[in-house]
């Protein structure tokens, strides 16, 4: 049976960045039906649709964030200009006061976030991710929702984490647009049994794994000292590391680890923005690791630590500090950073035949981009992939599609109450940043 949705829609004339196989850019029409692409190209059939003058726009594949904590959203700026262990600091301080409730306006804020700026699906690891998952389906984006687990013994969770999880994971299997998972923490919060319980209660589930990584040189040290092994090798020799993975950030990764992710087909979050700001030292190895067979993405993480969910920023940003640090201004074109933003972090998550590319029979998770706007001049066809690539600013995002329904329409959220959701994030968010330790000045 088809699934139900809104009467069939052609978007006419769009200039199409289809990310198919072929990375075809051409004037033509897309054909929406029960939230599908049924058309793509020149000469869509009109029949019984709504046609929609899309000559101004370009017609682009929602964006897949592949690593963020959404409900982090009220505390943007909190933990500013220090490296991770005294951001953790902080954040773990203010993670003690948290309520589902200030959870789910955070998640709201985030959401409505990244879908004024293309993002259409997104992968997130947080707690009380029930609120999260109301927010997705509130607002109408697609999210991949990551309950976090840690020993029982390091959490403010209350009851223990695993459980916590595995009751979450089988609430909201089958949910149109929340997939749950299992997400462990990292190594410094989680013991082998943490670890292997994680990967058989996602085995069991049939879920996905996603979890940090060697985000830092102290992180992979301290491992290290602890147990005589890096963390990829250790999760390698524990029986952890296999397919249905998504790890976010590994920067500091040796050949032999880069190696062994490949070898297990493993998704990676490369998270530069995020990585920059806290001064994690190095440049994740991403065109290593996907040389080794890593499926590769891009990520925003938290608003905390980014300060952003802007892909199109971390699309800029990620292909200059892969570029500088190489010395070679040819390492991830620009057609390669949208291939992470779209097709392949779709991928990464095993959704490739579902979204990351306009294509007939695909979801219709698009934007529709404003070739007028001064990011996008000279709007010329072969020109588009560098604009978004390089240039491309969020304000050009006009319209936002996610199963074919219009969740932005002239850079209004329609999906939700924008005063609404900017007045229940301030807030919420004045308790939290009233329990933030002090920090003394410098």
Known sequence: MAEAGPAPRVLAGALLVTQDDRRRVLRGDLRIESGRLTHVGPDAPREGAEVVD?????????????????????LRGIADDRELAGFLETLFAVDAHRTESDVGAGARLGIAEMLLAGTTTFLDLYYFEDAVARAVEELGIRGYLG????????????????????????????????????????????????????????????????????????????????????????????????????????VWLTGDEIARLGRHRLGIAHCASSNLKLA???IAPVVELRAAGAVV???????????SLSMLRE???????????????????????????????????????????????????????????PTLVPARPEAIVSHLAYAAAEEAIDSVYVDGVPVVEGRRLRTGDWPQIRAEAESAAEPLWQSRPVRAPR
Not at 212 to 224: A, G, K, P, Q
């Open 54 to 74: 899309a000559h101004r726009f370009a017609a682009v594949p929602g964006f897949v964030n592949l690593h963020g904590h959404v409900a982090m959203g009220l």
């Open 147 to 250: 309950w976090a687990v840690l020993d029982a013994d390091k959490t403010t969770q209350r009851g223990v984490p695993l459980d916590n999880a595995r009751e979450f994971v089988r609430r909201w299997k089958g949910h149109r647009r929340v997939v749950p998972l299992v997400a462990p923490q990292g190594v410094y919060v989680c013991g082998p049994e943490t670890w292997l319980g994680a990967r058989a209660l996602a085995e069991a589930e049939g879920t996905l794994c996603h979890f940090h990584l060697s985000e830092t040189r102290r992180e992979v040290h301290e491992h290290e000292a602890t147990t005589g092994r890096r963390p990829a090798v250790w999760l390698d020799e524990i029986g952890f590391l296999g397919p249905r993975m998504v790890a976010a950030h590994t």
């Open 280 to 282: 994690s030292g190095g």
């Open 297 to 307: 993405g891009l990520g925003t993480d938290s608003v905390a630590s980014n300060n």
């Open 315 to 373: 699309m800029h940003l990620a292909g200059l500090v892969q570029k500088n640090q190489r010395w070679d201004a040819a390492v991830l074109s620009a057609q390669e950073l949208l291939d992470l933003a779209t097709r392949e972090g779709a991928r990464a998550l095993g959704a490739e035949a579902e979204i990351g590319s306009l294509e007939v029979g695909k979801r219709a998770d698009l934007s529709l981009v404003r070739l007028d706007h």
